[in-house]
């Protein structure tokens, strides 16, 4: 369902950016990334309030309830960073840039080796998955600053002080 939010996102983004709608194809984004961080903060909250019933009817054993409840929560809370990533991932796509996601995606993956080694080297193997949750942060946090950088490519300032939305000379 978000993938195809995300998606769709990114066709109207395509479309005022081919279309040379600089006004609308900045609109679309900052739009686009706000949707995608409310529905993220939603669905985690969301998440945590139903975590007890997700567990009690998927029959998860009483020994084990409360380590699979911190996992689940753990997991939970990666939501709104998958959300915004997912969303600026489109976001690039939809403007032509098909390969810095995937080099994000490469760098992430290494970051979350260290992380996962360095957290199950200090700690223990239930707190290992925190290292996925600071990949997924780090990957927003990426993805946020490549979209920006695109998008600071489309403003100028001109003399006058006001903002003028230039992409196209």
């Known amino acids: 369902f978000f993938s195809g939010l995300a998606s769709g996102a990114g066709i109207v983004i395509s479309q005022y950016f081919g279309a040379k709608d600089n006004r609308n194809t900045i609109r679309t984004t900052h739009t686009a ?3 995608a961080a409310i529905l993220g903060v939603i669905m985690m909250f969301s998440g945590f309030l139903l975590c007890d019933w997700m567990l ?11 380590r699979s409840k911190v996992y689940l929560m753990i997991i939970i809370a990666g939501f709104p960073a998958l959300m915004v990533y997912n969303f600026g991932c489109a976001i690039l796509r939809a403007m032509g840039d098909t390969k810095q996601a ?10 979350n080796m260290i992380l996962n080694m360095l957290f199950v080297i200090v700690n223990n193997n239930q707190v290992a998955k925190l290292a996925a949750i600071c990949r997924q942060y780090h990957n927003t946090f990426a993805i946020i600053d490549s979209v920006s950088e695109v998008m600071g490519n489309f403003k100028k300032i001109n003399n006058k002080g006001k903002l003028e939305v230039q992409i196209f000379d």
């Open 56 to 66: 009690r009817i998927t029959d998860v054993p009483a020994e084990i309830f409360g």
């Open 102 to 111: 995937m080099i994000l995606l490469t760098i992430s993956g290494v970051v």
């Open 33 to 35: 990334i706000a949707v």
